[in-house]
T-cell receptor, first 115, second 117 residues
Framework: KAGVTQTPRYLIKTRGQQVTLSCSPI?????VSWYQQTPGQGLQFLFE???????NKGNFPGRFSGRQFSNSRSEMNVSTLELGDSALYLC??????????????FGPGTRLLVL | AQKVTQAQTEISVVEKEDVTLDCVYE???????LFWYKQPPSGELVFLIR??????QNEISGRYSWNFQKSTSSFNFTITASQVVDSAVYFC??????????????FGTGTRLKVLA
């Protein structure tokens, strides 16, 4: 079974621009979460989508948004980029189980550099 | 407050040495899950193991073993006979239920392991 895929893998943008990152979950997985990883802050939770609805949200400004499509693919968007948005953005998918608990499987990430 | 502490920022060992990565967690929940992930230079977090709070049995998988002790709130990871390919950043994570019925992950800051040939 194919793993989580993320595109693009690398991206260079300038301040003020916007960017859209894409994530395709493992087949059958309906929950998609996004994380930002930086050397200073570590892994920080951005948001989680399930059945096209945002189910949980981390503590990030409104410039960070996302959506999920009916095929469970997800996109996240960052508007008005700032230098501090330079990071590795990781997507994780999980299989929703009746017990509610899930293991997250991560994609390779998108490295965003804001100049 | 929920928290995961990986006090070891970086560890260097020589190939074939054993190494233990420490993880200490804090939670008020009685039901929770603990994880270890490996992040090689490529960036992808690779799932290694999941443990639930009711199962304190130690686990061994090849050269990897995990020691879960609720009494000390620790979930340590040992690599036996380390290899250069084990060089990576290792993350410990805690997952517990939100009031909404969904689950959240809390990651430690990671331990960078360097295995020298």
């Amino acid at each position: 079974k194919a793993g989580v895929t993320q595109t693009p893998r690398y991206l260079i943008k300038t301040r003020g621009q916007q960017v859209t990152l894409s994530c395709s979950p493992i087949s059958g997985h309906r929950s998609v979460s996004w994380y930002q990883q930086t050397p200073g802050q570590g892994l920080q939770f951005l948001f989680e989508y399930f059945s096209e609805t945002q189910r949980n949200k981390g503590n990030f400004p409104g410039r960070f948004s996302g959506r999920q499509f009916s095929n469970s693919r997800s996109e996240m968007n960052v508007s008005t980029l700032e230098l501090g948005d330079s990071a590795l953005y990781l997507c994780a998918s999980s299989l929703e189980s009746s017990g509610g608990f899930k293991t997250q499987y991560f994609g390779p990430g998108t490295r965003l550099l804001v100049l | 407050a929920q928290k995961v502490t990986q006090a070891q920022t970086e560890i260097s060992v020589v190939e074939k040495e054993d190494v233990t990565l420490d993880c200490v967690y804090e939670t008020r929940d009685t039901t929770y899950y603990l994880f270890w992930y490996k992040q090689p230079p490529s960036g992808e977090l690779v799932f290694l193991i999941r443990r639930n709070s009711f199962d304190e049995q130690n686990e061994i998988s090849g050269r990897y073993s995990w020691n879960f002790q609720k009494s000390t709130s620790s979930f340590n990871f040992t690599i036996t006979a380390s290899q250069v390919v084990d060089s990576a950043v290792y993350f410990c994570a805690l997952s517990e239920e939100r009031t909404s019925g969904t689950y959240k992950y809390i990651f430690g800051t990671g331990t960078r392991l360097k295995v020298l040939a």
